[in-house]
Nanobody, 124 residues
Framework: QVRVVESGGGLVQAGGSLRLSCTAS????????LGWFRQAPGRERDFVGA????????NYADSVKGRFTISRDNAKVTVYLQMNSLKPEDTAVYYC?????????????????WGPGSQVTVSE
C-alpha cells in the first residue's frame, strides 16, 4: 500500500504562481511513477503531468507545457508541481497519484493510489 497526500493549494490571481507538493509513504518503489491530475466542476479528471521516479523523466499535457514543471526530492519522497502563469481555466482540484510502473501513463484508470486532492483557484 502507498499513501500520498497533496499540499500547497490555494487562491491566486491570473498570471501568478503556486507550488503543490505530494508526499508518498508506505511501500513506494523506485520503479513507480507519480502523476498529477486535475478535475474542474462538471468535468472529467484530466492528466496534467507525470514523473518517472527512477530517472525523473517527465511527461506533460499540452495545456500546461511551458507553464508547469514537475520535480522530485528523492530523500523526502516528495514530488512538486510548480505552476506558473496560471490562468482561470487552471482552476480545479489537483490530485497526486501513484502508478506502480514507470510508463508515465496519461490515463487516470492506470493509477493505483490517489491523494485526497488540493483546491487551486485562479481568479481573473
Amino acid at each position: 500500500q502507498v499513501r500520498v497526500v497533496e499540499s500547497g493549494g490555494g487562491l491566486v490571481q491570473a498570471g501568478g504562481s503556486l507550488r503543490l507538493s505530494c508526499t508518498a509513504s508506505g511501500r513506494f518503489y523506485n520503479t513507480y511513477s507519480l502523476g498529477w491530475f486535475r478535475q474542474a466542476p462538471g468535468r472529467e479528471r484530466d492528466f496534467v503531468g507525470a514523473i518517472r521516479w527512477s530517472d525523473s523523466t517527465t511527461n506533460y499535457a499540452d495545456s500546461v507545457k511551458g507553464r508547469f514543471t514537475i520535480s522530485r526530492d528523492n530523500a523526502k519522497v516528495t514530488v512538486y508541481l510548480q505552476m506558473n502563469s496560471l490562468k482561470p481555466e487552471d482552476t480545479a482540484v489537483y490530485y497526486c497519484a501513484v502508478q506502480t510502473d514507470s510508463s508515465l501513463s496519461t490515463a487516470a484508470a492506470l493509477y493505483d493510489y490517489w491523494g485526497p486532492g488540493s483546491q487551486v483557484t485562479v481568479s481573473e
